[in-house]
């Protein structure tokens, strides 16, 4: 393979990176460029809302710079991605379309799961450790500007996952002020996080001790500088290493800071929050270890990047977490597991033998099986009115790895599976999902409440399911000596909308078994 190009840009509440790499022949990348630029761009939505005017023409000038670089490099391909600072900016629309018609640079704003998965992945990407750190209990810690990320791993599969709207750059602004020394301050900031910290560990740690930390973000890595291991390509630090320099770190200054540790002043106004933040998750979870990766969201959008165009393989299967996630929800929720499962393993197949009709792809798939897995939750709260309630609960739910618009489309499949099906013209009116991801809305939920049809006695009775397609008819055999009645009633019901949106004719058979 010839070698390729490829930038990365995010642009963070305080520093706008881009990182350039190369693609070689043997299915590696390497950053042969990496530039920062400090722009507070965080400090600004915290105080007025929005980002100011002068910081927005900084942006535009860093970015033509970086442009003009990737255009030296001959990049293949690039991706600007925005985090929290553009997404909570109260004009963030005019800003983006004034900022892309100044630089000629399409700019993402990602959403809060979306950052955060791409943050996880980056960690992932640099860091070969990964998969061993994650195999015993262990969480990764996202410290913000605005909020803090905890996702939960326990034998390599995502447990959870949870905002916490306290962030480094806030904490700091709002408590500042209150403070009498050092000492107040972080007994203030303390009693905040652990109130936090013992909700999240009854409802998700229970008796799991998290042996293994992993914290990015609030500048640590530039205080532990003593403890790097060559050999390893992450720095980790013992509870009680990590005491010794917090000790000496939380009573200074951030002039003091900045001369003790050579780090620049602007840098060193989250330290001190991000120090205290660290010590309370260790002690509240248990953690005997604390990883601290060198990493930039630059690293998860080039590693998707590099996985899509088949330049690098996998390291991990990312795709099995956001399902891990669903499921942890649903557990929450007191799904039938066993529903669920039935239900997953006949849609997939009849996702699979549709795909010339549906035309949809592997993330639709992904959608479809995420819609099945949550599709009974509402009852938790209501057996009455479970299509709203479910609703509201998958909206209210941040998924990892999912965008907001994603969320949506799996909220309206769900609610649609029992309630009556809104046609676009009057779907649009609440929502702002486009043509093309109501048409992904509609098959999903013609898929969903067709096999849903299937068990509609939760007793799973079509188990031995096979499913084959010949021009205009999907036949469905089920191998079973149970007396189908019910189902048999129920997917006859569902098989009209199902044609209305295929121009397929599902038929039902039973095979009784000998």
């Known amino acids: 393979m010839a070698v390729k190009y490829f930038a990365a840009i995010g642009i963070g509440s305080m520093v706008t990176d881009m990182k350039i790499y190369e693609w ?31 910081h927005v ?43 892309e018609k100044q630089t000629g640079l399409h700019i993402d704003v990602l959403s809060n799961s979306e950052q ?25 810690v996202d410290i913000g500007g605005s909020s803090m990320q905890i996702s939960l791993f326990d034998k390599a599969k995502l447990i959870t996952t949870q905002n916490f709207r306290i962030g480094s750059v806030t904490t700091r602004e709002k408590l500042a002020p209150l403070t009498k020394n050092s000492e107040h301050f972080e007994k203030m900031v303390m009693e905040i996080l652990n109130h936090e910290l013992a909700g999240f560990g009854k409802l998700y740690q229970k008796d799991r001790q998290i042996k293994n930390l992993i914290v990015v973000g609030g500048n640590l890595l530039s205080l532990m500088g003593g403890y790097q291991n060559e050999k390893q ?27 003790k540790y050579n780090i620049s002043y602007d840098q060193t106004g989250v ?30 959008l ?19 977490d956001i399902i891990a996630a ?78 907001h618009a994603e969320r949506e489309m799996i909220a309206y499949t769900v609610k649609f599976n029992t309630s009556r099906f809104l046609y676009y013209d009057e779907l649009s009116m609440r929502t702002a999902l486009s043509k093309e991801e109501y048409m992904v809305v509609a098959k999903m939920t013609a898929i969903l409440r067709m096999v849903n049809a299937l068990d ?33 009633g129920t997917f006859n019901e569902k098989a009209e909308f199902f044609e209305e949106i295929f121009n397929v004719h599902p038929v039902f058979k039973q095979r009784k078994q000998i």
């Open 24 to 54: 070689g022949s043997r299915k590696t990348m390497r950053t042969v460029e990496w530039l920062s630029a400090r722009i507070n761009l965080g400090l600004d939505v915290y105080k007025r809302g929005r980002i100011d005017s002068k």
């Open 456 to 488: 509609r006695t939760h007793q799973q009775k079509c188990k031995n399911v096979t499913v084959t397609l010949k021009e205009h008819e999907l036949k469905i055999a089920v191998a079973s000596q149970a007396d189908l009645s019910l189902e048999i």
């Open 57 to 99: 023409e900084e942006l535009c000038e860093v970015l033509l710079d970086y442009k003009k670089i990737m255009q030296a490099y001959k990049v293949e391909s690039y991706k600007v991605c925005a985090t929290s600072a553009f997404r909570e900016s109260r004009n963030m629309l005019i800003m983006r379309d004034y900022v």
């Open 302 to 320: 080039a590693y998707d990047y590099g996985v899509k165009n088949k330049y690098i393989t996998n390291c991990h299967n990312f795709e099995e």
């Open 271 to 300: 330290i001190v929050p991000s120090a205290i933040f660290c010590r309370c998750l260790m002690e509240n979870l248990g953690a005997e270890t604390l990883w601290l990766p060198t990493y930039s969201l630059c690293d998860g």
């Open 116 to 140: 955060r998965f791409v943050d996880y992945k980056s960690i992932a990407s640099v860091t070969t450790e990964f998969e061993s750190i994650i195999q015993n209990a262990a969480a990764i």
């Open 326 to 403: 669903a499921r942890s929800i649903a557990k929450r929720y007191k799904c039938n597991q066993a529903h669920i499962r039935n239900l997953e393993e006949i849609a997939l197949l009849v996702f699979d033998r549709m795909k010339k009709i549906h035309g949809m792809g592997k993330r639709e798939r992904l959608l479809l099986q995420i819609s099945i897995i949550l599709h009974n939750c509402g009852k938790f709260i209501s057996l009455e009115d479970v299509s709203e309630c479910a609703f509201n609960i998958i909206m209210a739910t941040e998924i990892i790895g999912l965008s």
């Open 233 to 259: 390509d992450i720095m980790s630090v013992n509870h009680k290493q990590f005491l010794d320099v917090y000790d000496q770190v939380v009573p200074l200054s951030q002039e003091e800071i900045s001369e």
